[in-house]
């Protein structure tokens, strides 16, 4: 929820644990590589995905091997409502998203799936993530092409039959509808703004997992959005 995503910016990190109770990062996983390949391609790709704030799925993908820019931005609604404070409200159909554009010859669309399910989302929580509440936090993949939905739907499936997770998978896959740039003072926010509390308590975990937990995937130097951007 907003409010409380704006309370944390002013709040210690000890006053965080009693607001959100469990840390965002209560329980990663490591999750079994897709057994369903990619089809070849050689050209940039294009993944769109949601799961909770933005600031943190750009942040953990901006670490990705062989990404190549993520966008923070807006899924699943008109043009018209792609806009903060109107996506806050909930009724818009749109989700808190990423645009990922990446080298199929250097990561694939499995690969960026497993980090999403290892270490970005918590799969099992529907229309949430950690303290944030409401359909726009929705855990969703936007296809983009015919064989994403199909490497998608397949990797579901086999988490689901493997029973990787206790609880069951409630992420959404949706055929690709339109993405939004959200505003500018959003991109790269986690890379500008380190100490934020809300970055530190809820995000800067999922990369440090991603280092710990998927070191072959992790790069250290983050791909910026803003070129000009610092930390």
Known sequence: ??????????????????ACGANA?????VVPVSATADAPATAIQTAVLSGGCFWGLQGVFEHVKGVKQV?????????DTAHYNMVSAGTTGHAESVQIKYDP??????????????VATDPTELNRQGPDEGTQ?????????????????????????SHTFAQPIVTRIDAFKGFYPAETYHQDFLLKNPDYPYIVYNDLPKIENLKRMLPHLYVATPVRLAQNSHS
Do not use: C
């Not at 929820?1 to 644990?17: D, P, Q, Y």
């Open 105 to 118: 010859k250097q990561v694939s669309y499995g690969d960026l799936l497993r980090v999403y399910f290892s």
């Open 137 to 161: 936090y929705r855990g969703d993949i936007w296809t983009t092409t015919p064989d994403q939905a199909r490497v998608a739907k397949a990797y579901l499936a086999q988490l689901r039959a």
């Open 25 to 29: 990062d209560e329980t990663p996983h």
């Open 71 to 79: 966008v923070a931005g807006y899924a699943g609604g008109a043009a």
């Open 1 to 18: 929820m907003k409010n409380l995503r704006t309370l944390l910016a002013t709040v210690a990190i000890a006053a965080l644990t009693a």
